[in-house]
């Protein structure tokens, strides 16, 4: 990854995108613009390490103003962007029948319109300036049905489809996209998902993020364009690309019958704002 020196992260207050800011700038010596909305946590992230090593800037990904002030910005303090991670995301565990308009119109708005918008600004600048890269933090549920997360599923489903079509239109520009899929991470994502029934509500564990990160900081010198980030990741997008029939069995016979019950069991969902929101 020699040519890879400053980056934007967005979603870098918590989880996956916390780490893998960790990761970029301790382990391969980047220069990053980390965004989200909780600031403080943004300051104590760039407190870790020397002063101009992480730069921050808090906002709503979903305010388009905010977008266009966050790219200004990462073109004004880092000058040259190699590399935008579009890691901000989040759920609503519910089943869609009973979800609210507005956690709909969130999922919408951060997974993917935000995404959209931040790849079409990087997109440009990069080519302008003979290459980088764009890593879509996306999921296994961009190749899979799951109850209970139609939304999301959705968004990552779309996530994947751009970036497979966006990576022909940039072939000889030195302009790669690609996507992370990661299966279940531990992370705020489910608190967040589960928004008021997070305390009752008892789901398996995940991957650690810190696992995750690092296998997806190693393909940045890959050249994937959808990538699984663990074998457990692997094993479900092989299941679902060439067993789709079997996948769909197992999700039917174990997936609705526990995770749907789990929340079913806690009763009505909240809005899954988040702790930001
Ligand atoms: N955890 C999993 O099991 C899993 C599996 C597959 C894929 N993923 C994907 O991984 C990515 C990171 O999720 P995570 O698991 O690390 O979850 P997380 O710990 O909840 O982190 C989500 C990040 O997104 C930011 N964010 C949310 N809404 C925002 C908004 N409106 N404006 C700006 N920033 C916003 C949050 O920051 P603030 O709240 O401070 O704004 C936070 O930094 C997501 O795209 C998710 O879909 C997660």
């Known amino acids: 990854m020699p040519s890879l020196s400053r980056a934007v992260i967005t979603g870098a207050s918590s989880g ?11 382990d391969r010596g980047m220069t990053i613009l980390a965004t989200a909305r909780r600031g403080e946590r943004l300051e104590e992230l760039a407190r ?3 002063p101009g090593r992480v730069h921050t800037l808090a906002g709503d990904l979903a305010d388009p103003a905010f977008r266009h002030r966050l ?29 609210a308009p507005a956690p709909i119109a969130d999922m919408v708005e951060i997974n993917l319109v935000a995404l959209l918008d931040l790849t079409q600004r990087a997109a440009r600048h990069m080519k302008v300036h003979g290459g980088g890269q764009i890593l879509q933090i996306s999921s296994v549920l961009g190749f899979m049905g799951m109850p209970a997360s139609a939304v999301y599923t959705a968004t990552k489903h779309a996530v994947n489809g751009f970036t497979k079509s966006l990576r022909y239109e ?32 008892r789901l398996p564990r995940g991957e650690p993020a810190e696992r995750v990160v690092r296998a997806i900081v190693r393909e ?13 990741s692997w094993a479900v997008v092989v299941l679902a690309t060439r067993f789709p029939g079997l996948l769909s069995w197992l999700i039917g016979r174990f997936a609705v019958g526990s995770h749907v019950h789990v929340l079913r069991s806690v009763g009505t969902p909240g809005e899954g704002k988040g702790p930001g929101a």
Do not use: M
């Open 71 to 99: 790219w200004n910005h990462a073109e004004t303090t880092l000058g040259r962007v190699d590399l935008l991670v579009n890691n901000a995301g989040i759920g609503n565990y519910s089943e869609f029948i009973d979800q």
């Open 16 to 26: 996956i995108g916390r780490e893998l800011a960790r990761q970029l700038v301790r």
């Open 220 to 232: 940045l010198g890959g050249r994937s364009v959808l990538f699984a980030p663990s074998w457990k």
């Open 170 to 201: 940039l072939r000889g520009t030195g302009v790669r996209v690609w996507a992370a899929c990661p299966g279940r991470t531990e992370s705020e994502f489910r608190a967040v998902a589960l928004g008021d029934r997070a305390d009752v509500a």
């Open 48 to 50: 870790e390490f020397p």
